[in-house]
């Protein structure tokens, strides 16, 4: 079966449209439990003055979201801190920075006014590097995964399971693609060790397929290889298979669940081909718990499913795949790429298509329990409700669907689900700050765009609009 554009594709490609299919009987009420069940989790909602430091950096996100110029000063900004070796040099960047926004607000005039003396200078990047660390400390929850425990263990005793994600873009050697591996083996030791001296959270425990490993790392096949190139995808493939092999077995003997992150398109032909290859070798039959992404903004995705749907029906021994459903975070990077080739891009142009299909292939995979675990990945109030809404009408349990978070963009959604019973697990990134960049920037960019979820619920948009359907 095809998946995105296959390398000798190299004039326009024409991509059906595809959402939600048009003779699919939805269950009668979806609509009405969808905006019971959205308003419920609404009231569940923190108050913002329980947060006083959460609604600043709201607020900060919110101004910059206003005024593009800015917003693209301060994400140039947060790409240099990392290179930057004082205060000084800090400052002058920032001051170089914003002296490009054409109308600066008085405040920024005066901290403009105070960068031209040393000791102002001084203050100034004392108090910007202070406002980066504070950001990024909001997503990334440690330096190594030894250090995030204290975090993970308190979000454990509230009832939410937690991903480590490690943070190290771009391998483009082989040493680094070893040492990514090394600290993944190391992760999963430390989190398998700490998780075993919890106390039991019978919600996090099992569903009705049987138990859930506590320990959950999150992988990208990028930084398991530097030879992901889509003109050579079993390159690739073979290269990421020699340190994701030891892993799984590791996972394995653990009882620990290894999820492996989807990337941009170039690299999910591999990604899928890696992992379905990886698990029918004889010794990775039984075990461990492994998962998938599956992409609602590739206009194929609803192929894609069908595919993971074909492999994890195929193989009953192990526990479950579980696919966790995303809308998909390249989404820029998918559209200027087929711009520049002259193709169509492969994802939906129109915000509303990519919740369409969201939603579509969301009551897909809720029905295609128990072949495989379902986890809906969304900050989108309505996207998730209708899920939780469809998994009930369905007569469910809610304990087979669980919802997951980002660290610093769901605290509030994952706290009001929580609360409501619902399985939760948090995706919490662990690495320095330099490594961490990257990840930030892109965090920022997508909760200060104008087509996000969180961008509309913050900027006040009335509860009725928020769940309306697509
Ligand atoms: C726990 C977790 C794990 C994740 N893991 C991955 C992963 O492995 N791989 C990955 O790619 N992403 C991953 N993501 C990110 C995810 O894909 C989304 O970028 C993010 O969750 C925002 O989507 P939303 O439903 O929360 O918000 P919403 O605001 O409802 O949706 C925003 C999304 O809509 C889509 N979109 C934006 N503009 C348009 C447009 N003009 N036309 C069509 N579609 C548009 C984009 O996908 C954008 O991210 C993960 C998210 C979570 C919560």
């Known amino acids: 079966m095809s998946c995105g554009r296959s390398p000798d594709q190299s004039g326009p490609v024409a991509f059906a449209t595809v959402t939600a299919a048009p003779s699919e009987a939805l269950p009668s009420g979806l609509e009405e439990e969808t905006s019971r069940v959205g308003r419920e989790l609404a009231a569940a909602l923190p108050s913002r003055?329980?947060?006083p430091?959460?609604?600043?950096?709201?607020?900060?996100?919110?101004?910059?979201s206003r005024d593009g110029e800015l917003r693209a000063a301060l994400f140039r900004f947060v790409d240099v801190t990392p290179a930057c070796r004082s205060l000084d040099d800090l400052a002058s960047h920032l001051t170089a920075l914003v002296?490009?926004?054409?109308?600066?607000?008085s405040s920024l005039d005066a901290a403009m006014r105070m960068a031209d003396t040393r000791a102002g200078r001084l203050a100034l990047g004392a108090a910007a590097a202070s406002g980066v660390r504070h950001m990024a400390h909001r997503f990334i929850v440690g330096e190594s995964p030894a250090e995030a425990l204290g975090v993970i263990g308190g979000l454990w005793r509230t009832g939410v399971g937690t991903s480590v994600d490690l943070l190290g873009e771009a391998t483009v050697t082989a040493a680094e693609a070893d040492r990514y591996a090394k600290r993944c083996s190391e992760a999963l030791r430390v989190l398998s060790e700490a998780h075993a001296h919890w106390p039991r959270q019978e919600r996090l425990e099992a569903d009705s397929t049987g138990p859930l490993p506590r320990a959950n790392l999150s992988v990208k096949v990028s930084a398991l290889t530097p030879l992901l190139r889509p003109d050579a995808p079993g390159v690739g493939r073979d290269d990421?298979?020699?340190?994701?092999?030891?892993?799984?077995?590791?996972?394995?003997?653990?009882?620990?669940?290894?999820?492996?992150?989807?990337?941009s398109l170039d690299s999910l032909e591999t990604t899928f081909e890696l992992v379905f290859e990886l698990l029918e070798e004889p010794e990775l039959r039984a075990g461990p718990s492994v998962g998938l992404v599956l992409q609602a903004y590739l206009r194929d995705s609803p192929a894609h499913l069908e595919r993971i749907l074909g492999f994890a029906r195929a193989s009953s021994a192990r526990p479950p795949l579980q696919v966790r459903l995303v809308k998909g975070a390249y989404w820029d990077h998918e559209v200027v790429e087929a711009r520049q080739h002259g193709w169509s891009p492969p994802v939906f142009e129109v915000k509303a298509d990519?919740?369409?299909n969201f939603e579509a292939l969301t009551r897909r995979l809720l029905d295609?329990?128990?072949?495989?675990?379902?986890?809906?990945a969304s900050h989108n109030l309505r996207s998730v409700a209708h899920a939780i809404a469809y998994s009930r009408l369905r007569g469910a349990p809610d304990s087979d669907l669980e919802l997951q978070v980002l660290r610093g963009l769901g605290d509030d959604l994952q706290e009001a689900l929580a609360t409501r019973g619902l399985r939760v697990r948090s995706y919490c990134p662990v690495g320095d700050l330099v490594a961490g960049m990257a990840y930030l920037v892109r965090r920022l960019l997508e909760n200060t765009s104008n087509e996000s979820f969180l961008q509309e619920q913050a900027s006040g948009a009335d509860l009725d609009r928020l769940l309306a359907p697509p």
């Open 240 to 263: 990421a298979a020699r340190r994701l092999r030891p892993l799984l077995l590791e996972a394995r003997d653990l009882g620990a669940h290894l999820h492996i992150d989807m990337e």
């Open 368 to 376: 295609a329990r128990p072949a495989v675990r379902v986890a809906v």
């Open 354 to 356: 990519s919740d369409r």
């Open 53 to 64: 430091m959460r609604a600043l950096d709201e607020k900060a996100m919110e101004l910059s």
């Open 99 to 105: 002296e490009e926004v054409p109308k600066r607000s």
């Open 49 to 51: 003055a329980r947060h």
